[in-house]
């Protein structure tokens, strides 16, 4: 086991965590689990968190304050921006091709689906700003009459949901700040608050880039004691990560155990919540695989034609698997920098630079979720969505995408923003929510592999990628 390598104990620590979590709860250990083993499972991602921060700020100084020349920072900049804006674009666009094509609301049982329909109907008359996007009555066909006042019981019932509506306000929020709002967000008023909030990201690599790009400009007798401090301390930060990750297993093991723990009482009860949603869930399951397993692949052998199909995985999956295990971008950032870096091959400067920026505006599995979510639930609420409304679902999961925090289930607050961006219930991601933790943890592992694919490319187009490395 000790000259195992740590991708492979990371899948035993996931198996076991899997193995764990049935026979626990099929002999009623969940609250002990929850009480005695989940908590590892936190302690390990606060670990990562306090250590993501203060190495994405340091990384960033001391990557732009070693470049050559400043304006290479622009284009290095620009293609980044540009890359991650095409994969999200690309996974948006593969994500309503699949639901369009496999229709995973169809599924759902049809009385379920027109009384579904009906609610949608006594939403949009009762709701001020609400219209039926299809213009068809439902409601004023008399065979669905008695069906009618069941539909209203129903959603009488469901118009308090605490969740939902914490997230509609959260959604509120981010929808009501202006046009430049997101321009005024990345510029920290205090980065000693920016420090302490990984949600403020943005806010800490502008004040990284900042900072190197001023060292730059003063004389280098006086940058280079700051740039020798800076060096020092992103060391030591690298150290921790490689300290952290060699109780990774035992770690990834807790976590696993901890959420399968949370999401039902018995196996048999996860295995009906997913027969539920299973049409869903397979979709998304099936658009989140080929990004990985094709989409970014392609992208490596057309552009960066030496590193092979295999070695590509081999290279980047203890972040991978540690992706799944979190469930956060953030979360997984030193370890996906640790695999890039000393695993790829891409120089310190381009993973420093690039993949911070990927952690906080690269949400491809996120945007391939909500445009697959969006459609399939106005499938089961039997509303037809125009191409031009599915164009609308592209820019604005594209849009938000950028604006949603690399932290667990941040993509529900964007999705209600998605589907209020069509004329849709906000109400709606309740119905999903269910199956949200798992089908999360999977966009997560699309997400960083995403970001390993990003600054492979930008490495080899700047002439700063050595394959040579052999991968840990």
Known sequence: MKNLP??????????????????????????????????????????LKFIAVPLVLFSIIGGVSALPDPSKLGRMGAKTLAAYLTTTVAAVTIGLLLV???????YIDEGQRIKNRLKYELWANANPHGKILDHKDYLAKPEYAELAVSAKEAMQAEEHNQTVEERVRA????????????????VPDNIFAALTDSGKMLQVIFFGIFFGVTLLLIPKELSAPVIQVVNGINEVFLKMVELVMQAAPFFVFALMAGVISKMADTPAEVLEIFKGLLSYSLVVLLGLAI??????????????????????FRRISPAQFLAFST???????????????????????????????????????????????????????????????????????????????????????????????????????AIIFPVDRILDMCRTVVNVTGDATVSSIIAQSEGELNLDVQAG
Request: hydrophobic share 50%; glycine share 8%; charged share 10%.
């Open 171 to 186: 959604a509120e929020a981010f929808k009501d700040s202006g046009p430049l709002q997101f321009f005024v967000d990345f």
């Open 291 to 312: 990004m990985i397993f094709l989409f970014y692949p392609g992208l490596i052998t057309l552009l960066v034609r030496k590193l092979s199909y295999s070695e590509f």
């Open 327 to 429: 469930s956060s971008s953030a979360a997984t950032l030193p370890v996906t920098m640790e695999c890039v870096r000393d695993n790829l091959g891409v120089s310190q400067n381009v993973t420093n630079f690039v993949l911070p920026i990927g952690a906080t505006v690269n949400m491809d599995g996120t945007s391939l979720y909500q445009a697959v979510a969006v459609v399939f639930l106005a499938q089961m609420h039997l509303v037809d969505l125009t191409l031009g409304q599915q164009l609308t679902i592209v820019l604005t999961a594209t849009l938000a995408s950028v604006g949603s925090a690399a932290v667990p289930s941040a993509g529900l607050v964007m999705m209600i923003i998605v589907l209020q961006s069509v004329g849709l219930n906000p109400a709606w991601i």
């Open 6 to 47: 740590l991708h492979w104990k990371i899948i035993i620590g996931l198996i076991i965590g899997i193995i764990y979590s049935i026979v626990s709860s099929s002999l009623g250990w969940n609250k002990f689990t929850q009480d005695w083993i989940d908590p590892f499972g936190t302690i390990f991602i606060r670990l």
């Open 100 to 106: 369009n094509t496999l229709k995973p609301g169809h």
